[in-house]
């Protein structure tokens, strides 16, 4: 069984700043494929970013703003956002599964609580 918790959201500006993390609990972290993924209100869940080893993999929407990375010491998947717009707001979700990397949301067998991240324009 692994417990993911994430931390980092906020209230930010448009074209501000925000890094997302999440700790994993568990002793075989780095065999895990991690995703971050968003819900808005009244939207489906939507991929965000997934890294597996040292390959990583972005949605269109957020390639060249965000920035996907682990740290296995610390059992740590992070989410750097920068250039933040209004449409980058949502509930952000931390996931982990044991197999390579997916932007299938349905693919995760481990889940955070969501934190929020909000953009003012």
């Known amino acids: 069984q692994v417990q993911l918790v994430e931390s980092g959201g906020g209230l930010v500006q448009a074209g501000g700043s925000l890094r997302l993390s999440c700790a994993a609990s568990?002793?075989?972290?780095?065999?895990?494929?991690m995703g971050w993924f968003r819900q808005a209100p009244g939207k489906e869940r939507e991929f965000v970013a997934t890294?597996?080893?040292?390959?990583?993999q972005y949605s269109d929407s957020v390639k060249g703003r965000f920035t996907i990375s682990r740290d296995n010491a610390k059992n740590t998947v992070y989410l750097q956002m920068n250039s933040l717009k209004p449409e980058d707001t949502a509930v952000y979700y931390c996931?982990?599964?044991?197999?390579?990397?997916?932007?299938?949301?349905?693919?995760?067998?481990?889940w955070g609580q969501g934190t929020q991240v909000t953009v003012s324009s």
């Open positions: 996931a982990g599964r044991e197999s390579r990397q997916s932007v299938l949301p349905w693919e995760y067998s481990y």
């Open positions: 568990g002793r075989t972290f780095s065999r895990y494929a």
């Open positions: 890294i597996s080893g040292w390959s990583t």
